[in-house]
């Protein structure tokens, strides 16, 4: 039975963070940012993008959770809402939460936006983050775009913040803006991990031999082992969410069971509760020879006002790939 101690142990799995390229790079490009905000004059501002379950949210939140309370300019990490104004409201609110209450009701958008710049600067903020930002443009005509991009100009401008936009592929729309093209300095992209390129090999095994040491167990899973890395990337397809969901499940069995580590047979009953395999369908219970994987072929992307969705792979065999080496 799940006890109050092994849903610790799994909460504390599920907020860990694994510093692995590129989030060590952009975590470094976050801090600089923030820090830079202390000094007068131009503020550069900051481009992430990801398709799903790269990492994105998983990333902001680390970063937000080190900032807390260290007597820095302030971080704001703040979401996309259907229309600009309820974004700006949103805004308003993460600014300080106290002025959640006195919000009139009647306030134009001109009125949202100083009012938002006048507590940005009362609160000390050095950056805000702007998570899922590709809905600012998306789908909107090229009227509507230059309006957002202006006021979030202006924004950025007199309140003399840094803004940091994360998103899906296409939050690169925003750049399309002459002057945010200017502004936004730094660029950064969130692959999925693959395993056709050595490189990207290596960044994979990297990622499990860190995530082996945080999670919660006695003894250390070698989880950069054929025997766990291989099934382990057939299920996932290189989605950093969906290798964290699937470690984290197997730590709810190893858990349940009393296990001092976690082991395949544990990721193998994962596998059952998660997506209801039968054996032959299981990664976990097939050699290396019979294990055939997907990889990210392109990500998804907004072509014609139309949203695209990603495209994998056609299945190749652990074996081949390794060939191929």
């Not at 799995?13 to 905000?37: I, K, V």
């Not at 001109?110 to 050095?126: N, Q, T």
């Not at 945010?180 to 999925?192: A, E, G, L, Q």
Request: glycine share 4%.
């Amino acid at each position: 039975m799940m006890n109050s101690i092994h849903q610790q142990l799994i909460s504390q799995f599920n907020e860990c963070f694994a510093p692995f390229s590129p989030f060590d790079q952009l975590l470094d490009d976050l801090t600089r940012l923030r820090e830079q905000s202390q000094f007068s004059g131009f503020k550069t501002s900051m481009l992430i993008t990801g398709d799903t379950g790269s990492g994105k949210s998983a990333l902001i939140h680390h970063f937000e959770h080190q900032c807390k309370n260290d007597g820095k300019p302030c971080v704001i990490v703040t979401r996309v809402r259907p229309t600009l104004e309820e974004t700006l409201q949103q805004m308003l609110i993460d600014v300080d939460d106290f002025r959640r209450r006195k919000i009139p009701k009647r306030i134009s958008e001109l009125g949202l936006i100083e009012r938002l710049m006048d507590c940005l600067k009362a609160k000390g903020v050095g950056l805000i983050i702007i998570n899922e930002s590709q809905e600012l443009t998306e789908l909107k005509s090229e009227h509507q775009r230059r309006e957002i991009a202006n006021k979030l100009k202006m924004i950025s401008e007199e309140a003399s913040v840094s803004i940091v936009f994360v998103g899906m592929p296409w939050a690169d729309e925003i750049l399309s803006d002459p002057q945010w093209d200017s502004r936004v300095r730094i660029r950064r992209t969130i692959p999925y991990f693959k395993l056709s390129s050595l490189d990207e090999m290596r960044r994979y095994a990297k990622c499990l031999k860190l995530l082996s040491k945080v999670i919660p167990v006695e003894e250390r899973p070698q989880l950069e082992q054929a025997e766990y890395c291989f099934p382990l990337f057939a299920l996932c397809k290189g989605e950093m969410r969906g290798l964290k969901y699937l470690l984290s499940e197997a730590l709810c069995v190893a858990l349940e069971e009393g296990a001092s580590t976690i082991t395949p047979i544990h990721c193998a009953k994962a596998c059952e509760v998660i997506y209801g395999f039968i054996d032959e369908d299981n990664p976990f219970k097939k050699t290396i020879e019979e294990i055939s994987v997907v990889e990210i072929e392109k990500y998804a992307c907004s072509e014609d006002d139309k949203l695209i969705d990603r495209k994998f792979s056609k299945a190749i065999s652990i074996m081949d790939l390794l060939v191929k080496k």
